[in-house]
């Protein structure tokens, strides 16, 4: 079945993309990872639950990452130089504190065992999670042909708020830039977005094995829902 290109821009304050994180440490990987750019495709065509058919169709696609730094004028007025990149942000949580055990409602929102049982020392649990700040990317997703008007909408009319990453992780640019064709003229309108944006690539990540930083993802997605599925992905981080 034949497939077609679209690039979506990925923009925003805050954003934070887990492929190993546990509950007491969410922390965030550089670039998006293709659960939680797929995740946010289904997130806008309202499709809720395990969706293991429409994952097949989707996870398969190739999926291509490009990370942009700003750049301000050089002190020659002609060219331009990059500006340092923000720092990883923490933020430190306590969940399920400060709520009466008393009140029917508020208990229910208390941390317990497995069993159901009160946890040792109230249930109040300490978490610490990790977000990119200031972070632009570019996404290249392969996606079924037949399947273009229907994410393509979704993306400019989300069914479901949509978010990078955690739900405070909002986009403050318009994610959808077009289909196309062939893998290459998307880059190009890549590049020429980031050209607008006064933006320098820093990195790119790639699917499989090349020449740069190898390494294993487990961020393909069999089932969504309440129970999580996913299977491992070798890719590439190549410096630009």
């Not at 002609?78 to 942000?89: C, F």
Request: aromatic share 10%.
């Amino acid at each position: 079945m034949s497939s077609t290109y679209l690039l979506l821009w990925i923009e925003a304050p805050l954003q934070s993309w887990g492929a190993d994180s546990k509950f007491g440490r969410r922390d965030t990987l550089p670039f998006p990872t293709k659960s939680g750019i797929l995740g946010m495709v289904l997130c806008a065509m309202g499709a809720s639950g395990p969706q293991h058919d429409l994952l097949a169709r989707l996870s398969e696609g190739a999926l291509q990452v490009a990370s942009y730094v700003r750049t301000t004028q050089g002190k020659d007025g002609q060219t331009r130089e990059r500006v340092a990149k923000e720092p990883l942000l923490r933020d430190f949580h306590m969940v399920g504190s400060g709520y009466d055990d008393k009140d029917a409602w508020q208990k229910l929102l208390i941390p317990k065992t497995s069993e159901g049982k009160p946890a040792v020392g109230g249930g109040s649990k300490m978490t610490y999670r990790y977000y990119l700040q200031d972070a632009k990317f570019a996404v290249v997703l392969e996606v079924p042909a037949d399947m273009l008007d229907v994410i393509g909408n979704a993306l400019q009319n989300p069914v479901y708020d949509i978010y990078f990453g955690r739900k405070n992780c909002v986009p403050t640019e318009r994610i959808f830039h077009g289909s196309f064709d062939c893998i290459a003229e998307a880059w190009q309108k890549a590049t020429a977005l980031a050209k607008e944006k006064q933006l320098r690539e820093e990195f790119r990540v790639l699917d499989g094995e090349h020449e740069g930083e190898a390494m294993t993802l487990n961020d393909v997605p069999v089932q969504f829902g309440e129970v999580k599925k996913y299977r491992d992905r070798r890719v590439t981080v190549v410096p630009a």
